[in-house]
């Protein structure tokens, strides 16, 4: 709608829509966007404050007390968007935007009432990094609608909304006038990758694993994009990361040597030497379990 996060936590935007609502709401999905990023880092705690705001005003408005909330933040620019020259990186500065809002987030007494989904490197491609691949986006920094679908076929996005299989309803179960017999479900263990992976903490891209994770203020670490499906067991999220990949990107030794990649990457090709690497089949889990 070309407005932004200060327009909604001042004009009370949240408020009016839930006050002029025919129904109560379920679910409720919020996000900076394009307008909202500036390359001023001075100016992030203020916006960071505003989406607060806007989350506050959600939960105080509603009258749903089961309504849901999803953040998801947004991707990085396809292009510098900043200037000073063609080779400055300006991820730095969405991670920064990025890791404030987290930060406020998960230290706010809704933390445990908004599912947080990192999307800073959705769109990051092999070909495009650091940046987000033109693929999805209508210009530098605003996704297109083939960005949008990328963006809610994510599995926990999909789980958040309580959606099945993408595109797909359960096939009827056909009637039988044979004895019944019942089959075990697969058994998936819920086990923490044991991979090192990148994380960004405070702006920084780090190297981390899950048993930094569970050292200390394991609930605020698990709120960093991605640790959840990394870290499953540590973060109590085994049940929402059954047949998911963690999207992070990995490190791992690969033909001698040492390779940082993502479950896409295990995915395209080779993939049953791929996930026979070391961890990535307890990490890539959609992509090597057979079971699922």
Request: charged fraction near 20%; charge should be negative.
């Amino acid at each position: 709608s070309g407005s932004t996060a200060q327009q909604w936590a001042s004009g009370k935007k949240a408020v009016d829509s839930f006050q002029k609502a025919e129904h109560d709401y379920d679910y409720v999905w919020l996000s900076i966007g394009g307008n909202d990023f500036n390359c001023n880092v001075e100016k992030h705690d203020t916006i960071s404050d505003n989406i607060l705001a806007v989350i506050s005003d959600i939960f105080e408005s509603s009258s749903n007390d089961n309504i849901q909330v999803l953040y998801t933040g947004y991707g990085y620019p396809s292009e510098n968007i900043c200037g000073g020259g063609s080779n400055v990186d300006v991820t730095p500065l969405f991670d920064h935007l990025s890791t404030t809002i987290l930060d406020k987030i998960g230290k706010s007494p809704y933390a445990d009432k908004v599912l947080t989904v990192n999307i800073l490197s959705l769109y990051v491609t092999n070909e495009s990094e650091p940046y987000s691949d033109k693929t999805w986006y209508a210009d530098d920094i605003h996704i297109n609608r083939a960005g949008y679908i990328k963006l809610f076929s994510m599995s926990e996005i999909q789980q958040f909304f309580g959606c099945t299989t993408l595109g797909t309803t359960p096939a009827p179960v056909p009637l039988t006038t044979a004895p019944l017999m019942s089959t075990p479900a697969p058994s998936i263990s819920c086990v923490d990758s044991p991979l090192r992976f990148k994380v960004i903490k405070n702006g920084q891209k780090i190297t981390r694993d899950c048993r930094w994770v569970a050292t200390r203020s394991t609930n605020w670490r698990c709120s960093f994009g991605g640790v959840k499906l990394m870290c499953p067991l540590t973060c109590n999220h085994c049940a929402a990361s059954i047949c998911v990949d963690a999207p992070n990107r990995l490190q791992f030794e690969y033909k001698g040597r040492k390779a940082t990649r993502d479950c896409e990457w295990v995915g395209r090709k080779d993939v049953f030497n791929r996930c026979n690497i070391s961890g990535v089949d307890d990490t890539c889990r959609a992509t090597c379990d057979l079971n699922c």
